[in-house]
């Protein structure tokens, strides 16, 4: 995607959009990783990091990688709802990136929308549908939404395609107790 910026503004926005990602050095969530929740300084670095890259998106509005990194930062703050404003401004720019749709996925189910966070893991999965962990996330999603069926198709995708994988163990024991009422369905929040 080609952004449209006057030369004079480049070293601006590049200048603003360094500064964001040094205060954001560890701070944000990697794929599949938790951390703690930030406390008094890193809050301090994630308020300013996302003052810098506000300042790119108000010369680049569309600049998804600016929308995806304010809603990492979010997502490490736990502002939910604010990181998947984010996620859903990257996902509706960048059509072929499925780790955006996962992560509003993600935000979503974090956020209580349930159905929103299945229609995103299922974008992700249009996006790349040979990645197990994109059909892991979406059976999980299934479940915690009350669909088992499904939720069970999606998880033996899953292990048919990363048998050896612990998360995709793991999930799949989750959703066969869950199916089975040998154990209660998990909300939204439940899932940490």
């Known amino acids: 995607m080609e952004y449209k910026l006057p ?7 590049n200048l ?3 500064k964001g990602n040094e205060l954001v050095d560890g701070l944000i969530i990697a794929k599949g990783e938790r951390r703690p929740k930030l406390g008094f300084w890193n809050k301090r670095k994630a308020k300013k ?4 890259y506000s300042k790119c ?5 569309n600049h998804w990688q600016t929308n995806w990194l304010i809603a990492k930062v979010y997502q490490a703050m736990s502002e939910n709802k604010k990181a998947l404003n984010h ?3 990257a996902v509706k720019i960048e059509k072929t990136n499925p780790d955006l749709p996962r992560e ?3 935000s979503a189910m974090d956020s209580g929308n ?8 299922q974008e992700a999965i249009n996006r790349e549908s040979n990645d197990a962990g994109l059909y892991c996330n979406h059976a999980l999603n299934l479940m915690v939404l009350g669909n088992d069926d499904k939720a069970k198709i999606y998880i033996d995708r899953a292990i048919k395609m990363a048998p050896d994988d612990e998360i995709n163990k793991n999930v799949y024991a989750l ?3 869950v199916a089975s009422g040998e154990r209660k369905r998990p909300k939204y929040n439940e899932l940490n």
Not at 7 to 13: A, G, H, L, V
Not at 49 to 52: L, Q, S, T
Not at 57 to 61: D, G, N, R
């Open 16 to 18: 603003n959009f360094e």
């Open 175 to 177: 959703i066969n107790a």
């Open 7 to 13: 030369e004079d503004k480049i070293p601006i926005f």
């Open 87 to 89: 996620f859903e401004t």
């Open 114 to 121: 349930v159905k929103l966070a299945v229609e995103y893991s």
């Open 57 to 61: 998106l108000s010369m680049i509005p």
């Open 49 to 52: 990091a996302i003052k810098y």
């Open 104 to 106: 509003a996925s993600i």
